[in-house]
């Protein structure tokens, strides 16, 4: 019980420092803008920049949630196949939209893991939302399912920018932000909180460059093996 406390209060104050440091900047630029209101420039860009402390807020507490195990506490079994088709359904038509080639690759079988449904949606659907949009018009995004030696593995690759090689250790950090992503939006938090959410379904996730982009693979163990250990 000691360890425990000590955790959540270790997870906590990492908490209010990260959102001290990143909340800052995004608050100046609000009051600066905010101050010249006047002209409707300076209005959009003020909304921008509240929907980004938005974003960042939201992204931070769900974080911490999860780390300091106060979300996902009644763990359920979870069909992985309806559910991947659910959150695929969304992405196929965003992927269109973009100009991409979307697949989707299912087993026959069942695939169940004994965890939180909203949790293991909001990774699925981080781990989408950046391959969308990391990937240049005419590329594809790809999202499969399989069970193996007691795993649901589930994976998502695109033919986007790829990871740089220096990138690759840090990227499941929160806030980490990759050499070559300087262009597009985002918080830096998305892989933290899928990591996170893997991590407590006592999962592993991995990253990789391909030869045409990014994939990663996320192993959880099946309903009825969870005391197996993760190959590697």
Do not use: C
């Not at 099946?222 to 250990?229: I, K, T, V």
């Amino acid at each position: 019980m000691a360890d425990r406390v000590e955790e959540i209060v270790t997870t906590l104050r990492r908490f209010v420092s990260d959102a001290a440091h990143e909340i800052h900047t995004p608050l100046t630029a609000l009051h600066t803008n905010l101050e010249l209101a006047q002209e409707d420039e300076h209005v959009v860009q003020a909304q921008t920049q509240v929907e980004r402390l938005e974003a960042l807020t939201e992204g931070l507490l769900d974080l911490s949630r999860i780390e300091s195990g106060t979300q996902g506490q009644s763990l359920a079994p979870v069909s992985l196949v309806p559910l991947l088709q659910e959150v695929s359904e969304l992405h196929a038509s965003r992927a269109e939209q973009a100009g991409l080639t979307f697949d989707l690759s299912l087993p026959d079988a069942s695939v169940t893991v004994q965890g939180d449904e909203e949790q293991l949606r909001r990774a699925l659907t981080n781990l989408l939302d950046n391959a969308i949009k990391f990937t240049p018009e005419g590329g594809s995004v790809f999202l499969g399912l399989r069970q193996e030696g007691g795993f649901s593995i589930l994976w998502v690759e695109d033919t986007g920018i790829g990871i740089h090689s220096a990138d690759l250790p840090h990227l499941f950090e929160r806030f980490h932000r990759g050499r070559n992503a300087a262009a597009y939006s985002g918080s830096g938090l998305g892989l933290a909180i899928v990591k996170a959410v893997v991590e407590r379904h006592e999962g592993q996730i991995r990253a990789e460059a391909t030869e045409q982009g990014a994939r990663f693979t996320v192993r959880i163990p099946a309903l009825g093996d969870r005391s197996l250990e993760p190959p590697p």
